[in-house]
């Protein structure tokens, strides 16, 4: 087993784990020096792409971007979203489980749902594949408006069992996405393996956000989202000083001409 993916094991019940999206090198570098798992997620889509659902990301657009991420990586576990129609069938969620990891070297690859593609996870982990589970909403399979999880018995019931039948199988954590705080907290203790919350409250092992949400980058107001920062007023004080330094001639200086 990856030491990496041990690590977050170990984690169960004595630490949280910080796991943080990133899209380009750049990000990638900060977020390595305090994740414990970068995930390049397939919210890249509408974060950098502004499409309204993230079956329009492709395998072509999560590898890209999860090769420059992995320039700026030395010790998080990096895990790449498996877009999208890209994991129908064993053998199509073999083919490009293993492009992704060949291709961007990345730890292990994430797959939304259980009780539809349990046989498939089943054979990626048979196939030595790393897989991440994630449960409760669905972005992938959503159409329409985003609503909670784990309102109703019957929700409950099913989320616990799937989130049982997914340890068995072989995952190391799972993402319980707006699953609500008691569901979360029930899963959690019931599984020996690490959760990942997102909109699910501070009961799970670890937390998840994207990255560009929490830095305030995004126009959003997701009940889950904190912006801890707002990086866009630095960046327009940053962008009104180089403009006002070209238009008075103060930029560039001897200093930055050959």
Same mark, same amino acid.
């Given at each position: 087993?990856?030491?990496?993916?041990?690590?977050?094991?170990?984690?169960?019940?004595?630490?949280? %784990? %910080?796991?943080?999206?990133?899209?380009?090198?750049?990000?990638?570098?900060? %977020?390595?020096?305090?994740?414990?798992?970068?995930?390049?997620?397939?919210?890249?889509?509408?974060?950098?792409?502004?499409?309204?659902? !993230?079956? &329009?990301?492709?395998?072509?657009?999560?590898?890209?971007?999860?090769?420059?991420?992995?320039?700026?990586?030395?010790?998080?576990?990096?895990?790449?979203?498996?877009?999208?129609?890209?994991?129908?069938?064993?053998?199509?969620?073999?083919?490009?489980?293993?492009?992704?990891?060949?291709? !961007?070297?990345?730890?292990?690859?994430?797959?939304?749902?259980?009780?539809?593609?349990?046989?498939?996870?089943?054979?990626?982990?048979?196939?030595?594949?790393?897989?991440?589970?994630?449960?409760?909403?669905?972005?992938?399979?959503? &159409?329409?408006?985003?609503?909670?999880?784990?309102?109703?018995?019957?929700?409950?019931?099913?989320?616990?069992?799937?989130?049982?039948? #997914?340890?068995?199988?072989?995952?190391?954590?799972?993402?319980?996405?707006?699953?609500?705080?008691?569901?979360?907290?029930?899963?959690?203790?019931?599984?020996?393996?690490?959760?990942?919350?997102?909109?699910?409250?501070?009961?799970?092992?670890?937390?998840?956000?994207?990255?560009?949400?929490?830095?305030?980058?995004?126009?959003?107001? %997701?009940?889950?989202?904190?912006?801890?920062?707002? #990086? &866009? &007023?630095?960046?327009?004080?940053?962008?009104?000083?180089?403009?006002?330094?070209?238009? !008075?001639?103060?930029?560039?200086?001897?200093?930055?001409?050959?």
């Amino acid at each position: 087993m990856n030491k990496k993916i041990k690590n977050i094991l170990s984690k169960k019940n004595k630490s949280k %784990i %910080i796991c943080l999206t990133a899209y380009s090198k750049n990000f990638a570098e900060e %977020i390595d020096k305090h994740a414990d798992i970068a995930l390049v997620g397939d919210s890249l889509g509408s974060v950098l792409y502004d499409y309204n659902t !993230t079956r &329009k990301v492709t395998l072509s657009n999560m590898i890209e971007h999860s090769k420059s991420v992995r320039k700026g990586i030395k010790k998080s576990l990096m895990v790449v979203d498996m877009p999208y129609q890209t994991y129908r069938n064993k053998n199509e969620a073999y083919k490009n489980a293993k492009k992704i990891i060949i291709e !961007t070297k990345c730890d292990a690859v994430k797959l939304e749902g259980c009780n539809k593609i349990k046989n498939i996870i089943a054979y990626l982990i048979k196939k030595k594949i790393p897989v991440m589970g994630h449960l409760g909403l669905l972005p992938q399979s959503v &159409k329409g408006k985003f609503v909670s999880k784990g309102k109703t018995e019957r929700e409950k019931k099913k989320l616990l069992n799937e989130s049982k039948i #997914l340890e068995r199988l072989g995952v190391f954590a799972i993402v319980l996405e707006c699953i609500r705080s008691d569901v979360a907290k029930l899963i959690t203790n019931s599984i020996s393996i690490p959760t990942i919350g997102i909109g699910s409250s501070v009961n799970c092992d670890g937390q998840v956000l994207v990255t560009d949400d929490l830095l305030g980058l995004n126009k959003t107001n %997701i009940k889950f989202v904190k912006k801890f920062i707002n #990086l &866009k &007023k630095n960046i327009n004080q940053g962008v009104i000083k180089f403009k006002r330094e070209v238009l !008075t001639k103060k930029f560039p200086s001897k200093k930055y001409s050959y």
